[in-house]
């Protein structure tokens, strides 16, 4: 259970009548709701307020049962209503009855608030934070504009509730906002004899959070209309048990409050340490440290020549050009550094190597490894759900979806190459823009119902020799290696980077054995789960 699961819980103990012994000497809610009846009808007789034509008594019948009276004598059983059952000297009414709810108002069209003091505050619902009102940012309105709104204020006395955009905040207005305009987006809460914050309490329970909910997601109105918020149903106590409730939470909640303080840190520090391991996991496994080495296996040097002579291959029956075939080897040699045998040229490439490797294992360009490397095309798009595209949002680090995919015209498909067409196993990196450059998933056509689909001008497809785990090869471009100096291999301004093919090509990347490739994936994925 969490800050807030608890401090729900406690609430909802409290407007139950759980939270502090009933008091038989009490005088009893029955006798303030007539209290209340009578205020407002004077209220009404002096013009003070407009008479609620909505009026009435919830009473339980002989029956068992739950009735409401209304002001022009209809009856209807509420059964369905009552959520439970309260103890004796308390009373089941609708918010209406014992409070008048009223609207703030909008500045004119065309008119701004003003950081300068004019005298006149104006309280917006950016400001109502944590039942009460910030006065860090209190915006004014200049003396025309207070002419035309001041008869919308809220009081000291009031409570406020939001009614739009953020709905269903309640809260208190501070002394120093006394008689300040009130947005358009609250609305205020006027009453007597009840305790203020015991109304306040009870307004933020689940009791009347649920009804909330359920009135604005079952209409789906964007604002929540006063006539609603006065058919709000609370249960109503005697009055000096609602101010032993008051004491009651106001002595618990500043410890749900540290309580909830701690739980938001630690599972900050959980997040944030889950992140770490996983990042932990993924480097140890791409420098050789997550699984044994096996002496019996087909070394990476092995492997690199099996790789090569399969390209070749293809070069002979068509299927690749003879470009895409480097002759590239990557050593250390005996000064302890390492170079690359680029097409005959020795280059000295240590600054490019970021750690050692196990023997058995090979520093190789992406490309060596990989029968094609392409960023997609730009599409023309189409209304008909039939071919799609994978764009940036497609590809997240949680995996591979096509749910906001858009589609392109189906007259353009013929235009598409056959190795344009995705595989099942390819690599989509993003490669452009700030704040998704780098991100990659694996493409699973399996979660393609559609059967085709190909990749946008934003996404490089990577696609690996069937020698490869692309799992593995995922591992490492997720890894701290790649990702944390991935701006730095990226051309052009910030908010514009992008990964070229080229260099996308050009990445150095510790090459084990095939069946290690698969321990390590396994292994990653075992751990993953554990963190889960």
């Not at 039939?386 to 764009?391: K, S």
């Not at 704040?435 to 696609?463: C, Q």
């Not at 090509?505 to 889960?532: A, C, W």
Request: with cysteine; net charge neutral; hydrophobic share 35%.
């Amino acid at each position: 259970m969490d800050g807030k699961q608890l401090r729900n819980s406690i609430l909802q103990w409290a407007i139950q009548g759980k939270l502090v012994p009933q008091d038989p000497n009490d005088e009893p809610a029955s006798v303030l709701l007539e209290r209340i009846r009578e205020e407002k009808a004077r209220l009404v007789k002096e013009k003070k307020i407009k008479r609620d034509k909505n009026e009435s008594i919830i009473y339980r019948g002989d029956d068992n049962s739950y009735y409401e009276k209304f002001s022009d004598g209809k009856v209807v059983c509420i059964d369905d209503e009552i959520p439970f059952d309260i103890p004796s000297g308390w009373e089941w009414c609708r918010l209406g009855c014992v409070s008048t709810i009223t609207g703030g108002k909008r500045i004119p069209a065309g008119r701004n608030l003003t950081s300068y003091d004019t005298g006149h505050k104006y309280i917006r619902v950016s400001d109502m934070k944590n039942g009460s009102v910030l006065l860090d940012n209190i915006q004014y309105v200049t003396e025309d504009i207070y002419q035309l709104i001041k008869a919308y204020t809220i009081s000291k006395n009031d409570l406020y509730i939001t009614v739009a955009g953020t709905i269903g905040c309640v809260g208190e207005i501070p002394e120093e906002l006394d008689k300040a305009n009130l947005t358009e987006n609250a609305n205020k809460i006027v009453f007597s004899i009840i305790d203020k914050r015991f109304l306040m309490y009870a307004l933020q329970s689940e009791l009347v959070q649920s009804q909330i909910k359920a009135c604005t997601t079952k209409v789906g109105q964007p604002k929540l209309a006063i006539k609603r918020i006065q058919r709000f149903l609370i249960a109503l106590p005697p009055l000096n048990e609602q101010r032993r409730i008051v004491e009651a939470l106001e002595e618990v909640i500043p410890h749900i409050l540290k309580f909830e303080q701690a739980q938001i840190y630690l599972d900050k520090l959980n997040t944030n340490l889950s992140q770490k391991i996983r990042k932990s996991v993924l480097q140890e496994a791409i420098q050789g440290n997550l699984v044994p080495q096996d002496d019996s296996e087909e070394s990476a040097s092995i492997l690199l020549q099996r790789i090569k002579d399969e390209k070749l291959r293809l070069v002979k029956e068509g299927k690749l050009k003879k470009k895409d075939v480097i002759d590239s080897s990557i050593y250390r040699g005996d000064d302890n550094k390492y170079y690359e045998n680029l097409n005959g040229e020795v280059i000295d490439i240590t600054d490019q190597i970021p750690f050692d490797i196990p023997t058995s294992w090979r520093w190789v360009r992406l490309e060596m490894i990989c029968l094609y490397i392409q960023r997609g095309k730009s599409p023309k798009y189409s209304p008909i759900k039939q071919f799609p595209v994978v764009a940036q949002k497609c590809n997240q680090w949680s995996g591979f979806s096509l749910e906001k995919a858009l589609f392109i015209d189906p007259k353009t498909v013929p235009s598409y190459q056959g190795e344009r067409i995705l595989q099942n196993g390819d690599l989509l990196w993003n490669s452009t823009g700030l704040g998704t450059l780098g991100r990659m998933a694996i493409y699973r056509s399996d979660l393609n119902p559609y059967g085709w689909a190909v990749a946008d001008s934003h996404v490089t497809v990577i696609r690996p020799m069937p020698q490869i785990v692309s799992d593995y090869l995922f591992a490492y471009f997720a890894s701290p290696t790649v990702q944390t100096v991935i701006e730095d291999k990226a051309d052009g301004s910030t908010k514009q980077k992008e990964l070229a093919t080229s260099t996308i090509k050009g990445y150095y990347v510790p090459l084990p054995p095939t069946n290690e490739q698969m321990r390590i994936v396994q292994r990653i994925k075992t751990l993953f789960q554990s963190l889960n």
